[in-house]
Protein backbone atom coordinates (compact mmCIF):
# COMPACT_ATOMS: atom_id res chain seq x y z
CA UNK A 1 0.00 0.00 0.00
CA UNK A 2 1.35 3.71 -1.04
CA UNK A 3 0.19 6.15 1.28
CA UNK A 4 0.65 9.79 -0.14
CA UNK A 5 -0.07 12.47 2.46
CA UNK A 6 1.96 15.58 0.44
CA UNK A 7 0.58 18.42 -1.74
CA UNK A 8 2.69 16.69 -4.45
CA UNK A 9 1.05 13.79 -4.50
CA UNK A 10 -1.71 15.42 -6.81
CA UNK A 11 -4.84 13.88 -7.75
CA UNK A 12 -7.07 13.41 -4.85
CA UNK A 13 -4.88 14.92 -2.16
CA UNK A 14 -5.84 18.45 -3.07
CA UNK A 15 -9.50 17.97 -3.09
CA UNK A 16 -9.25 16.67 -0.40
CA UNK A 17 -7.39 19.37 1.60
CA UNK A 18 -9.75 21.62 0.23
CA UNK A 19 -13.00 19.84 1.33
CA UNK A 20 -11.57 19.72 4.58
CA UNK A 21 -10.56 23.46 4.91
CA UNK A 22 -14.26 24.17 3.50
CA UNK A 23 -15.83 21.82 6.50
CA UNK A 24 -13.23 23.38 9.22
CA UNK A 25 -15.19 26.77 8.37
CA UNK A 26 -18.86 25.49 8.74
CA UNK A 27 -20.81 25.80 11.65
CA UNK A 28 -23.58 22.89 13.04
CA UNK A 29 -21.92 19.09 13.08
CA UNK A 30 -25.57 17.30 14.19
CA UNK A 31 -25.24 15.34 17.37
CA UNK A 32 -23.00 11.91 18.25
CA UNK A 33 -25.59 9.09 19.03
CA UNK A 34 -26.45 9.01 21.98
CA UNK A 35 -28.72 5.97 22.20
CA UNK A 36 -25.58 3.50 22.59
CA UNK A 37 -24.18 5.12 25.30
CA UNK A 38 -20.17 4.76 24.20
CA UNK A 39 -20.58 6.30 21.14
CA UNK A 40 -22.24 9.34 22.95
CA UNK A 41 -18.68 11.38 24.12
CA UNK A 42 -17.16 11.63 20.65
CA UNK A 43 -15.94 14.94 19.70
CA UNK A 44 -18.10 16.10 16.63
CA UNK A 45 -15.46 18.31 15.56
CA UNK A 46 -13.52 15.60 14.38
CA UNK A 47 -13.52 15.03 10.88
CA UNK A 48 -11.22 12.64 8.22
CA UNK A 49 -11.50 11.69 4.93
CA UNK A 50 -9.57 9.27 2.62
CA UNK A 51 -9.90 8.22 -0.87
CA UNK A 52 -8.48 4.67 -2.19
CA UNK A 53 -7.79 4.06 -5.32
CA UNK A 54 -8.03 0.56 -7.02
CA UNK A 55 -4.24 -0.26 -6.71
CA UNK A 56 -4.31 -0.15 -3.60
CA UNK A 57 -2.74 3.63 -3.32
CA UNK A 58 -4.45 6.00 -0.33
CA UNK A 59 -4.60 9.64 0.29
CA UNK A 60 -6.46 11.18 3.60
CA UNK A 61 -6.77 14.37 5.50
CA UNK A 62 -7.54 15.05 9.20
CA UNK A 63 -8.48 12.26 11.32
CA UNK A 64 -8.31 10.11 8.20
CA UNK A 65 -5.95 7.31 10.40
CA UNK A 66 -8.26 7.66 13.88
CA UNK A 67 -10.13 4.58 14.62
CA UNK A 68 -14.18 4.89 14.80
CA UNK A 69 -16.95 2.74 15.40
CA UNK A 70 -18.05 1.18 11.95
CA UNK A 71 -21.73 0.59 13.13
CA UNK A 72 -24.01 -0.05 10.20
CA UNK A 73 -21.34 0.25 7.30
CA UNK A 74 -20.10 -3.39 8.35
CA UNK A 75 -23.94 -4.17 6.61
CA UNK A 76 -22.12 -3.98 3.34
CA UNK A 77 -19.79 -6.43 4.53
CA UNK A 78 -21.59 -9.12 5.54
CA UNK A 79 -23.73 -8.54 2.95
CA UNK A 80 -21.23 -9.45 0.25
CA UNK A 81 -20.30 -12.24 2.64
CA UNK A 82 -23.38 -13.80 2.42
CA UNK A 83 -24.27 -13.23 -1.24
CA UNK A 84 -21.04 -14.89 -1.88
CA UNK A 85 -21.76 -17.77 0.08
CA UNK A 86 -25.41 -18.66 -0.87
CA UNK A 87 -26.45 -16.13 -3.69
CA UNK A 88 -29.72 -15.29 -5.30
CA UNK A 89 -31.30 -17.67 -2.31
CA UNK A 90 -30.86 -14.63 -0.16
CA UNK A 91 -33.17 -12.24 -1.53
CA UNK A 92 -36.01 -15.14 -0.74
CA UNK A 93 -35.26 -13.52 2.93
CA UNK A 94 -34.46 -10.01 2.75
CA UNK A 95 -35.99 -7.79 -0.10
CA UNK A 96 -34.02 -4.77 -2.15
CA UNK A 97 -36.42 -2.06 -2.14
CA UNK A 98 -35.61 1.49 0.03
CA UNK A 99 -37.53 1.43 3.26
CA UNK A 100 -38.51 5.13 3.72
CA UNK A 101 -38.53 4.54 7.31
CA UNK A 102 -35.75 4.99 9.84
CA UNK A 103 -33.18 2.29 10.37
CA UNK A 104 -34.42 0.33 13.27
CA UNK A 105 -38.61 0.69 12.69
CA UNK A 106 -40.61 -1.84 12.92
CA UNK A 107 -43.38 -0.99 11.05
CA UNK A 108 -43.31 -2.79 7.93
CA UNK A 109 -42.37 -6.01 8.94
CA UNK A 110 -45.77 -7.02 10.00
CA UNK A 111 -47.80 -6.41 7.57
CA UNK A 112 -44.62 -7.90 4.60
CA UNK A 113 -44.40 -11.26 6.88
CA UNK A 114 -41.52 -10.70 8.40
CA UNK A 115 -39.76 -10.31 5.04
CA UNK A 116 -37.53 -6.85 5.74
CA UNK A 117 -37.26 -4.00 3.20
CA UNK A 118 -33.64 -4.03 2.32
CA UNK A 119 -30.30 -5.66 4.03
CA UNK A 120 -29.20 -2.13 5.71
CA UNK A 121 -32.00 -1.66 7.40
CA UNK A 122 -31.67 -2.99 11.25
CA UNK A 123 -33.88 -5.65 10.74
CA UNK A 124 -32.61 -6.97 7.24
CA UNK A 125 -29.32 -6.64 8.77
CA UNK A 126 -30.09 -8.78 11.17
CA UNK A 127 -31.75 -11.46 8.55
CA UNK A 128 -28.17 -11.55 6.78
CA UNK A 129 -25.89 -11.81 10.04
CA UNK A 130 -28.07 -14.87 11.09
CA UNK A 131 -27.50 -16.52 7.78
CA UNK A 132 -24.23 -15.78 7.03
CA UNK A 133 -23.64 -17.39 11.02
CA UNK A 134 -25.49 -20.15 9.89
CA UNK A 135 -23.25 -20.85 7.11
CA UNK A 136 -19.58 -19.52 8.87
CA UNK A 137 -20.36 -20.58 12.72
CA UNK A 138 -19.12 -16.91 12.90
CA UNK A 139 -20.45 -14.21 11.37
CA UNK A 140 -18.85 -11.49 13.41
CA UNK A 141 -15.04 -13.62 13.32
CA UNK A 142 -15.43 -14.01 8.66
CA UNK A 143 -16.32 -10.19 8.61
CA UNK A 144 -13.52 -9.23 10.98
CA UNK A 145 -10.87 -11.59 9.07
CA UNK A 146 -12.24 -10.14 5.98
CA UNK A 147 -11.64 -6.18 7.23
CA UNK A 148 -8.33 -7.24 8.03
CA UNK A 149 -7.42 -8.61 4.81
CA UNK A 150 -9.05 -5.98 2.18
CA UNK A 151 -7.65 -3.10 4.60
CA UNK A 152 -4.62 -4.65 5.24
CA UNK A 153 -4.83 -4.02 9.02
CA UNK A 154 -4.78 -6.94 11.07
CA UNK A 155 -4.94 -4.55 14.16
CA UNK A 156 -8.50 -4.16 13.47
CA UNK A 157 -10.52 -5.73 16.25
CA UNK A 158 -13.98 -5.44 18.21
CA UNK A 159 -14.86 -2.54 20.67
CA UNK A 160 -16.00 -4.82 23.65
CA UNK A 161 -17.03 -1.74 25.23
CA UNK A 162 -19.43 -0.45 22.64
CA UNK A 163 -20.67 -4.30 22.00
CA UNK A 164 -21.65 -4.18 25.85
CA UNK A 165 -23.16 -0.73 25.44
CA UNK A 166 -25.27 -1.59 22.70
CA UNK A 167 -26.20 -4.56 24.15
CA UNK A 168 -27.47 -3.42 27.59
CA UNK A 169 -30.12 -0.76 25.30
CA UNK A 170 -30.55 -3.20 22.44
CA UNK A 171 -34.29 -3.98 22.96
CA UNK A 172 -35.23 -2.73 19.66
CA UNK A 173 -33.12 -5.39 18.11
CA UNK A 174 -34.16 -8.03 19.90
CA UNK A 175 -37.99 -7.02 19.16
CA UNK A 176 -36.74 -7.27 15.64
CA UNK A 177 -35.24 -10.75 15.72
CA UNK A 178 -38.44 -11.97 17.59
CA UNK A 179 -40.44 -10.94 16.04
CA UNK A 180 -38.47 -12.24 12.66
CA UNK A 181 -38.43 -15.60 14.41
CA UNK A 182 -42.17 -15.53 14.84
CA UNK A 183 -42.10 -15.49 10.84
CA UNK A 184 -39.19 -18.23 10.49
CA UNK A 185 -37.12 -16.05 9.30
CA UNK A 186 -34.48 -16.05 11.80
CA UNK A 187 -32.94 -19.24 11.80
CA UNK A 188 -30.09 -18.96 15.49
CA UNK A 189 -31.35 -18.29 18.72
CA UNK A 190 -32.01 -14.36 19.20
CA UNK A 191 -29.14 -14.31 22.27
CA UNK A 192 -26.40 -15.58 19.86
CA UNK A 193 -27.53 -13.79 16.92
CA UNK A 194 -28.04 -10.16 18.77
CA UNK A 195 -24.13 -11.15 20.41
CA UNK A 196 -22.74 -11.78 16.72
CA UNK A 197 -24.54 -8.05 15.43
CA UNK A 198 -23.40 -6.15 18.06
CA UNK A 199 -20.17 -7.30 18.10
CA UNK A 200 -20.02 -6.70 13.99
CA UNK A 201 -21.11 -3.02 14.78
CA UNK A 202 -18.64 -2.45 17.29
CA UNK A 203 -15.76 -2.80 14.87
CA UNK A 204 -13.22 -0.35 15.21
CA UNK A 205 -11.78 1.35 11.43
CA UNK A 206 -10.62 4.09 10.15
CA UNK A 207 -11.31 6.06 7.09
CA UNK A 208 -8.21 4.18 5.75
CA UNK A 209 -9.31 1.00 6.58
CA UNK A 210 -12.61 1.34 5.44
CA UNK A 211 -11.74 3.03 1.96
CA UNK A 212 -9.40 0.08 1.49
CA UNK A 213 -12.18 -2.27 2.54
CA UNK A 214 -14.30 -1.42 0.38
CA UNK A 215 -12.49 -1.23 -2.82
CA UNK A 216 -13.75 -4.71 -4.07
CA UNK A 217 -16.72 -3.22 -5.07
CA UNK A 218 -15.19 -0.46 -6.94
CA UNK A 219 -13.35 -3.35 -8.56
CA UNK A 220 -16.35 -4.84 -9.83
CA UNK A 221 -16.22 -7.49 -6.84
CA UNK A 222 -12.07 -8.55 -6.97
CA UNK A 223 -10.33 -8.76 -3.31
CA UNK A 224 -7.16 -7.16 -2.59
CA UNK A 225 -5.37 -10.14 -3.47
CA UNK A 226 -6.65 -10.58 -6.94
CA UNK A 227 -9.24 -13.05 -6.07
CA UNK A 228 -12.94 -13.18 -6.59
CA UNK A 229 -15.71 -12.22 -4.34
CA UNK A 230 -18.51 -11.31 -6.28
CA UNK A 231 -19.41 -11.95 -9.86
CA UNK A 232 -19.57 -8.50 -11.59
CA UNK A 233 -23.26 -8.57 -11.34
CA UNK A 234 -23.21 -9.02 -8.09
CA UNK A 235 -20.73 -6.23 -7.59
CA UNK A 236 -23.06 -4.02 -9.23
CA UNK A 237 -26.24 -5.64 -7.29
CA UNK A 238 -24.72 -4.67 -3.62
CA UNK A 239 -23.78 -0.80 -5.08
CA UNK A 240 -27.40 -0.98 -6.56
CA UNK A 241 -28.11 -1.28 -2.91
CA UNK A 242 -26.39 0.94 -1.28
CA UNK A 243 -27.55 3.63 -3.52
CA UNK A 244 -31.28 3.06 -2.68
CA UNK A 245 -31.05 2.22 0.37
CA UNK A 246 -27.57 3.08 2.24
CA UNK A 247 -28.55 6.03 4.49
CA UNK A 248 -32.51 4.67 4.93
CA UNK A 249 -34.88 7.41 4.72
CA UNK A 250 -32.47 9.87 3.18
CA UNK A 251 -31.21 7.47 0.58
CA UNK A 252 -33.38 10.20 -2.26
CA UNK A 253 -31.24 13.31 -0.92
CA UNK A 254 -28.16 11.41 -0.24
CA UNK A 255 -28.32 10.67 -4.07
CA UNK A 256 -29.24 13.84 -4.99
CA UNK A 257 -26.47 15.39 -3.57
CA UNK A 258 -23.96 12.89 -3.63
CA UNK A 259 -24.46 10.83 -7.05
CA UNK A 260 -22.69 7.34 -5.71
CA UNK A 261 -23.24 4.41 -3.89
CA UNK A 262 -22.68 4.97 -0.12
CA UNK A 263 -23.64 3.28 3.34
CA UNK A 264 -23.28 5.00 6.51
CA UNK A 265 -22.89 4.22 10.23
CA UNK A 266 -23.98 5.89 13.65
CA UNK A 267 -20.33 5.86 14.41
CA UNK A 268 -20.39 8.77 12.02
CA UNK A 269 -18.71 6.79 8.67
CA UNK A 270 -19.82 6.61 5.49
CA UNK A 271 -18.36 4.59 2.46
CA UNK A 272 -18.89 5.47 -0.96
CA UNK A 273 -17.92 4.00 -4.29
CA UNK A 274 -17.27 5.09 -7.84
CA UNK A 275 -17.48 1.65 -9.93
CA UNK A 276 -14.31 1.28 -11.74
CA UNK A 277 -12.27 4.14 -9.92
CA UNK A 278 -11.71 4.77 -6.28
CA UNK A 279 -13.52 4.05 -3.18
CA UNK A 280 -14.52 6.73 -0.47
CA UNK A 281 -14.65 6.91 3.66
CA UNK A 282 -15.68 9.92 5.55
CA UNK A 283 -15.78 10.50 9.29
CA UNK A 284 -17.26 13.04 11.25
CA UNK A 285 -19.12 11.84 15.03
CA UNK A 286 -21.86 14.40 14.78
CA UNK A 287 -25.08 13.01 13.18
CA UNK A 288 -28.28 14.52 11.41
CA UNK A 289 -31.69 13.11 12.73
CA UNK A 290 -31.96 10.24 10.33
CA UNK A 291 -28.57 9.14 11.59
CA UNK A 292 -26.52 10.17 8.73
CA UNK A 293 -22.73 12.36 9.58
CA UNK A 294 -23.71 15.75 9.03
CA UNK A 295 -20.11 16.95 7.82
CA UNK A 296 -19.77 13.38 6.09
CA UNK A 297 -22.37 14.16 3.82
CA UNK A 298 -21.81 17.64 3.21
CA UNK A 299 -17.57 16.62 2.79
CA UNK A 300 -19.33 13.86 -0.18
CA UNK A 301 -20.87 16.37 -1.94
CA UNK A 302 -18.03 18.57 -2.49
CA UNK A 303 -15.79 15.96 -3.38
CA UNK A 304 -18.45 14.83 -6.16
CA UNK A 305 -19.26 18.22 -7.25
CA UNK A 306 -15.71 19.10 -7.24
CA UNK A 307 -14.06 16.07 -9.37
CA UNK A 308 -16.96 15.10 -11.55
CA UNK A 309 -17.30 12.06 -10.14
CA UNK A 310 -19.97 9.57 -9.87
CA UNK A 311 -22.38 7.00 -11.40
CA UNK A 312 -24.32 10.06 -13.13
O1 LIG B 1 -28.42 -1.57 15.31
C1 LIG B 1 -27.98 -0.49 15.71
O2 LIG B 1 -28.74 0.27 16.25
C2 LIG B 1 -26.53 -0.06 15.49
N1 LIG B 1 -25.61 -0.96 16.02
C3 LIG B 1 -26.23 0.21 14.06
C4 LIG B 1 -27.11 1.26 13.56
C5 LIG B 1 -26.51 2.13 12.54
O3 LIG B 1 -25.31 2.36 12.45
C6 LIG B 1 -27.50 2.81 11.71
N2 LIG B 1 -26.85 3.71 10.80
N3 LIG B 1 -27.01 4.81 10.50
Redesign the pocket.
Known amino acids: MVIMTTTSALTFQPVLERIAEEIARTPGRGRPADYIPALASRDPRSFGMAVAELDGTVYGVGDWRQPFSA??ITKVFTLALDLAREGDDLWEHVGREPSGNP??SLVQLEYENGIPRNPFI?AGALVVTDRLHTRTGDAAGTLLDFLRAESGNPALTFDEEVAAS?AGHGDR?AALAHFMTSYRNIENPVPELLDQYFRQ?SIEVSCADLALATSFLARHGVRADGTRLLTRSQAKQVNAVMLTCGT?DAAGEFAYRVGLPGK???GGGIIAVVPGRCTLCVWSPGLDER??SVAGVAALDRFTTLTGLSVF
Do not use: L, R, T
Request: charged share 5%; aromatic share 14%; with cysteine.
Open positions: QSFNNENCYSGVGN
